[in-house]
């Protein structure tokens, strides 16, 4: 199976703040890796799919790159419905694996 | 917009048959590019997938759990199952569904149901 480890596994930051995730695979996925948001009660939100594509919806302040092991994940500005917990997601191969998880946290 | 809702007992004791029904709305489910899918997070842990059935009926399950699962499809009905068999207290999670798009990512969820395993 392919491991995805995540860091931070939670941070603390203020509205307006940029916030910076990232996602490293045990090995190469190309561009296979899917980035979610999920709120305590409501259905996870795929937010970015192979690596950079903003799913349509999601607002421009969130943004995804990287290729093969090492993954970023961007929130430019961050707003207050923003805090919340993130997965990366590889979609390479079979089975699919997720990330441990950031949980993003009012400061 | 698809809209999918997980349903199924919320208390289980070791060694029964755990059984959850998906209902799908607000689409088809006899798309060729869909893949209906259950994930799972017990407490503390991280996302595991479980594995998914296609409308024609093929499945793909997770190597860790295979023996002890089964999943099916009911097209007329809009909905999609999973059963685990002899489960035990580390099944206690919050369970799942979701669509998988041509295999590539997972773009509608529900909002999942806990299940808790106990003697």
């Known amino acids: 199976d392919i491991q995805m480890t995540q860091s931070p596994s939670s941070l603390s930051a203020s509205v307006g703040d940029r916030v910076t995730i990232t996602c490293r695979a045990s090995q190469s996925i190309g561009g296979d890796l899917n980035w979610y948001q999920r709120k305590p009660g409501r259905a996870p939100k795929l937010l970015i799919y192979t690596a950079s594509t903003l799913q349509s919806g999601v607002p421009s302040r969130f943004s995804g790159s990287g290729s093969g092991t090492d993954f970023t994940f961007t929130i430019s500005s961050l707003l207050p419905e923003d805090f919340a917990t993130y997965y990366c997601q590889q979609s390479f191969s079979t089975p699919k694996t997720f990330g441990q998880g950031t949980r993003v946290e009012i400061k | 917009q698809v809209q999918l809702q997980e349903s199924g007992p919320g208390l289980l004791k070791p060694s029964q048959t755990l059984s959850l029904t998906c209902i799908v709305s607000?689409?088809?489910?006899?798309?060729?590019?869909?893949?209906w899918s259950w994930i799972r997070q017990a407490p503390g842990k991280g996302l595991e997938w479980i594995g998914y059935?296609?409308?024609?009926?093929?499945?793909y399950y997770n190597p860790s759990l295979k023996n002890r699962l089964a999943m099916s499809i009911d097209t007329s009905k809009k909905q999609f199952s999973l059963r685990v068999t002899s489960v035990t207290v580390a099944d206690t999670a919050v369970y799942y569904c979701?669509?998988?798009?041509?295999?590539?990512?997972?773009?509608?969820w529900g909002q999942g149901t806990l299940v808790t395993v106990s003697p």
């Open positions: 607000g689409d088809s489910i006899s798309s060729g590019d869909d893949y």
């Open positions: 059935v296609h409308y024609s009926g093929s499945v």
């Open positions: 979701a669509r998988e798009r041509m295999g590539d990512y997972f773009d509608f």
